[in-house]
C-alpha cells in the first residue's frame, strides 16, 4: 500500500505566473483536499474533490482550481500567481464513508515560493 | 463556522516527562470528530490521536492520550515519557460529523523535546 505522494517537492514561480501541483492518493482512497498552509499558521482547507467532483471549497478566489483524475489522483492550479499564494500546500486522501470519521492521510506537501 | 484555537505557540519538556498541549474549539454541533496531527520538520502531517464527540471515554494511543471535556469545548494532548521524536508542530483539528466536511486546524504549538 503506497501512501499520499506529491510532486514537486519545492517550486519558485513568479508573480503572475500559473502553476499546476500534483498528488496522487493513497491506494483505495476515493477523495482527495487540499490545503494551503502559511508560514508559522494551521492548514487552511481549499477544495475537496470526491469522485472526480468539487465536494466542497474553503474560501479562496476562482483562480484556485482542481481536477480529479478517474485514478483519483488530483491536480491543483492556481492562476495569476501572488506573492501570498507562498506557502506549504497540502494534499490528504481518504476514503469517504457516511457517518465515518473519514480520516485524512496527508502527503508530504510542496513548498512554493512566488518571488 | 467552527473555529480551534491552541493558546500555546510553544511549549518545551524534558526527554522522559509529561507535556499535555491545549485545544479549544467552537461549534454549534453536537456531532463532531477531534484529531491531533504532528508535523515534524520533515513537514508530513501524522496522524497522532481521535476522539469522537459522542463517546465520554477519552481516545488513549500508547504515549498519547487526551482529555476531552465536551460542554467546555476543549480537547487536550498529554504526552507521557516524552522523548526526542515527539518534538514537532502539533495541530489540533476539528471535523463535523456531516458528510463531506472538511478539518478545520488550529495555529498550532511547536513543542520541543530537552534532552
Known amino acids: 500500500e503506497t501512501g499520499v505522494t506529491q510532486s514537486p517537492t519545492h517550486l519558485i514561480k513568479t508573480r503572475g505566473q500559473q502553476v499546476t501541483l500534483r498528488c496522487s492518493s493513497q491506494?483505495?482512497?476515493?477523495?482527495v483536499s487540499w490545503y494551503q498552509q502559511a508560514l508559522g499558521q494551521g492548514p487552511q482547507f481549499i477544495f475537496q474533490y470526491y469522485r472526480e467532483e468539487e465536494n466542497g471549497r474553503g474560501n479562496f478566489p476562482p483562480r484556485f482550481s482542481g481536477l480529479q483524475f478517474p485514478n483519483y489522483s488530483s491536480e491543483l492550479n492556481v492562476n495569476a500567481l501572488e506573492l501570498d499564494d507562498s506557502a506549504l500546500y497540502l494534499c490528504a486522501s481518504s476514503l469517504a464513508v457516511a457517518g465515518g470519521p473519514d480520516e485524512q492521510y496527508f502527503g508530504p506537501g510542496t513548498r512554493l515560493t512566488v518571488t | 463556522a467552527q473555529t480551534v484555537t491552541q493558546s500555546q505557540p510553544e511549549m518545551s519538556v524534558q526527554e522522559a516527562e509529561t507535556v499535555t498541549l491545549s485545544c479549544t474549539y467552537d461549534?454549534?454541533?453536537?456531532?463532531?470528530?477531534l484529531f491531533w496531527y504532528k508535523q515534524p520538520p520533515s513537514r508530513q502531517m501524522i496522524l497522532v490521536i481521535r476522539q469522537e464527540a459522542y463517546k465520554q471515554q477519552n481516545a488513549t494511543e500508547n504515549r498519547f492520550s487526551v482529555n476531552f471535556q465536551k460542554a467546555a469545548k476543549s480537547f487536550s494532548l498529554k504526552i507521557s515519557d516524552s522523548q526526542l521524536g515527539d518534538a514537532a508542530m502539533y495541530f489540533c483539528a476539528y471535523r463535523s460529523a456531516a458528510y463531506g466536511q472538511n478539518f478545520v486546524f488550529g495555529p498550532g504549538t511547536r513543542l520541543s523535546v530537552l534532552p
Open positions: 461549534t454549534s454541533e453536537s456531532d463532531y470528530y
Open positions: 491506494s483505495g482512497h476515493n477523495t
